[in-house]
């Protein structure tokens, strides 16, 4: 299994448990949303376009979406890596960070600097720390979330 197909394993059951949400929907910080996590797609032009209500997709399409994204965040999982050597449920737990928080928060976030500083048990308790959401204007904690990044912080030291 290479490594985007085991992230894609991995988180998928993190963003549609169920399988793949077919119709657009507005996730809980309000963004609308489709498949496994999509917030935008890319169109014929290669334009990227936010994801809005009414959106219908085929499985077939999510299932893209999600191989598109995740090997686009195994990139900056694995660019952003400065020495460190690592596993495969690293890489793994690192890509269903940046997966959810996005490249800009996975390149700044206290998880890839203690990772690249080698100490793992540092970089695991801070996926911890990506627990919160914006819900309603306020920045509360997510039971999903933390869940999540407990999963993420376990697997990354297994």
């Not at 910080?29 to 809005?52: E, H, K, M, R, S």
């Not at 999600?66 to 400065?82: E, F, K, P, Q, Y």
């Not at 960070?97 to 976030?109: D, P, Q």
Request: proline content about 3%; some cysteine; glycine content about 8%.
């Amino acid at each position: 299994m290479t490594l985007e197909e085991s992230s894609a394993a991995f988180i998928a059951p993190f963003e549609a448990a169920g399988g793949p949400v077919l119709k657009s929907y507005r996730d809980i910080a309000g963004v609308w949303t489709i498949g496994y996590g999509t917030t935008f797609f890319l169109n014929d032009y290669g334009a990227q376009v936010p994801v809005t209500e009414g959106l219908v997709w085929t499985a077939a399409q999510c299932m893209a979406a999600l191989a598109r994204d995740v090997s686009s965040a195994v990139a900056v999982v694995i660019g952003a890596n400065v020495w460190h050597p690592w596993s495969e449920n690293e890489i793994v737990a690192l890509t269903s960070l940046c997966y959810n928080i996005g490249a800009t928060s996975y390149r700044s976030s206290t998880v890839l600097r203690e990772h690249n500083l080698g100490d793992r048990r540092a970089a695991a308790q801070a996926f911890l720390l990506w627990d919160k959401a914006h819900v309603d204007g306020k920045l509360v904690t997510v039971e999903g979330l933390l869940n999540r990044r407990k999963a993420e912080a376990q697997r990354y030291l297994s």
